[in-house]
């Protein structure tokens, strides 16, 4: 175990390593934040000046160098444009993004859940065809295209909930929330609903594969045997051995959420982190860019590594196989 523990470690390191080599050059070597940040009427001066200041005057290895460099120290650059250290910037977003991914996720859950385990136990029915048709809508319609049709009809038609924006917050342990507002949630509905839509189907789908593989146990039949109830055996012996591979692969989901959710918040106006770096891409404020991407490559290559690690404690058959591989 200490030996897969330590290659998986490695591989991870590598993956961030390479991942920060193409996100720097690729973020660095596109457009002038100077043609941006200084004023139109600026001379050449005040300009060689301001690209001093931000240390774009320097060849672009030695730009590298030393963001690797501030990087191992924990500091990803300060943005051009508010004058603070990206990570700070980003952070200062977190909380709203975290709390609409975590809502996209109770909604991912609670729709897709009851919807695959109906289908799973009645897959030739019409209920249950219909079920598995509708959620292929779900991975079909782009995301900002349910998100206007939400808002034409919410907001627009029916006008019963807030457009865009993010409402009313209060302070909890030192983050500011608004799903613990009347006024915050009615804000997080739509674009939590707009977020949840296509991983409730892959939801759906997941449930309702592993509900029919269920139903086909002995443990199943047995239960059947004995006269217990359909009820009982469904919430008993079915949810809870097929919601394994459900939590699964919601674990990771969340990841791509957080990471993901630009789209989203860009038609809600919500102000996230994937708005911010909507906003950061407009303005060339390149820390910001790198800062977001990173710690995305980050989160994802933990949640991957802790994954990776759980099911090499409960199955030694995982760790056995890498190394022979």
Not at 177 to 203: C, E, I, N, Q
Not at 260 to 285: H, Q, W
Not at 288 to 298: E, R, S
Request: zero cysteines; hydrophobic letters at 55%; charged letters at 15%.
């Amino acid at each position: 175990m200490l030996v897969y523990l330590i290659r998986r470690i490695g591989q991870s390191v590598l993956v961030v390593a390479v991942m920060a080599t193409l996100v720097f050059l690729a973020v660095y070597a596109v457009g002038d934040p100077v043609a941006i940040l200084a004023n139109p009427d600026a001379d050449e001066q005040e300009i060689q000046a301001i690209t001093a200041r931000l240390g774009l005057d320097r060849p672009l290895w030695e730009q590298f160098g030393v963001f690797i460099w501030n990087a191992l120290q924990g500091d990803l650059g300060s943005s051009f444009v508010y004058a603070q250290p990206a990570v700070e910037v980003i952070l200062q977003r977190f909380p709203a993004t975290m709390e609409l991914a975590l809502v996209a996720l109770i909604f991912s859950i609670l729709l897709g859940v009851p919807l695959g385990v109906i289908a799973g136990l009645k897959p030739e029915s019409l209920l249950g065809r219909s079920i598995m048709t509708t959620s292929i809508f779900g991975f079909s319609l782009p995301n900002f295209w349910l998100g206007l049709m939400l808002i034409l009809l919410f907001a627009v038609q029916l006008r019963w909930l807030p457009a865009s924006g993010r409402g009313e917050t209060v302070e909890i342990l030192g983050l500011q929330l608004s799903m613990f507002t009347w006024d915050g949630l009615r804000h997080l509905f739509l674009p939590a609903l707009t977020l949840s839509l296509y991983k409730a189907s892959l939801v759906i789908r997941i449930a309702q594969a592993g509900t029919r593989e269920v139903m086909l146990q002995d443990y199943v039949r047995f239960a059947r045997a004995k006269g217990l109830s359909r009820n009982r055996i469904v919430f008993v012996h079915v949810l809870k051995n097929m919601m394994i591979p459900v939590v699964t692969v919601l674990g990771l989901e969340l990841g791509s959420m957080i990471a993901f959710a630009v789209v989203t918040e860009t038609v809600f106006a919500y102000p996230g982190m994937g708005k911010l770096l909507i906003d950061s891409i407009n303005r060339l404020d390149r820390p910001v860019i790198v800062a977001y991407l990173m710690l995305t490559v980050v989160v994802f290559v933990i949640i991957n590594l802790v994954v990776d690690l759980l099911y090499a404690a409960i199955d030694p058959r995982v760790r056995l196989t890498e190394s022979k591989g």
